[in-house]
């Protein structure tokens, strides 16, 4: 008797491809818990001191930006069109991070950033948008960026565009969750469930993620990715 042709059996297989596409929609991790796999890390004082201390390592399961010395844990891999979402919170002292998204040429500013637009996790102003080498529209852009005659995308420009509330964050050393969508050329960013700031006529559409080191210890529990095909309301 081939089983393939009594109902029971059609079922097993309706019942396979169903979880088989379900598991294609879940959201994929981009950190193990156990090491940096996937990643690698840029930090222009290693090519002077390569026995300088890791800016980026994995401690009781967390991803830790340690601060110093400086630079970025960039993936592997080129994205488009996801949600990205961050749990994150400062260590110690309160200080700077960001997430990078759309990332390309290494060391482009300061011989230090990557080209992309930063999607700001520093304490009080999580959710800034800074624009490197690459660029972005909000609206009422004036109001959160300053003259237009300022703005630009490299050293001695208006690069920071504000968020768009006071501050969304939660206290010190409790966790923060990011989450950042870019479909095609927008871009949105939710601080803890509150959308914090958007962006349109983007510049660039895809790109690697980064992470920063830039003077505070941050630890990171949980980077995931989705596919996406289009902005949440």
């Known amino acids: ?44 004082m290693k090519d002077s001191l390569p026995d300088a201390p890791a800016s980026f390592l994995v401690r009781n399961g967390l991803l830790v930006s340690m601060g110093e010395p400086r630079g970025h844990l960039i993936t592997d891999e080129v994205f488009e069109n996801y949600r990205l979402e961050i749990e994150y919170r400062f260590v110690g002292e309160p200080g700077n991070c960001g997430v990078l998204v759309h990332a390309s040429t290494p060391r482009f500013l ?87 700031n958007y962006g349109y006529d983007a510049t660039v559409q895809k790109g690697q993620l980064a992470i920063q080191a830039e003077g505070a210890e941050v630890e990171f529990r949980k980077i995931e990715l989705q596919k996406l095909d289009k902005l949440s309301d």
């Open 110 to 196: 300061y011989k230090m950033f990557p080209k992309s637009i930063e999607v700001q996790m520093e304490h009080q102003n999580a959710g800034d948008f800074w624009v490197i080498g690459e660029d972005i529209t909000v609206p009422d852009m004036e109001k959160y960026r300053g003259p237009k005659a300022d703005w630009g995308t490299t050293e001695g420009k208006a690069r920071q565009i504000h968020n768009l509330t006071d501050n969304a964050e939660k206290p010190l050393g409790e966790w923060n969750q990011m989450v950042v969508e870019c479909v095609g050329n927008r871009i949105k960013v939710w601080v803890n469930g509150e959308l914090v």
């Open 1 to 44: 008797m081939f089983l393939s042709k009594t109902p029971l059996s059609k079922l097993f297989i309706l019942l396979f491809f169903m979880s088989l596409f379900a598991s294609c929609e879940k959201n994929s991790s981009l950190f193990n818990g156990k090491d940096l796999s996937g990643w690698h890390a840029d930090v222009p």
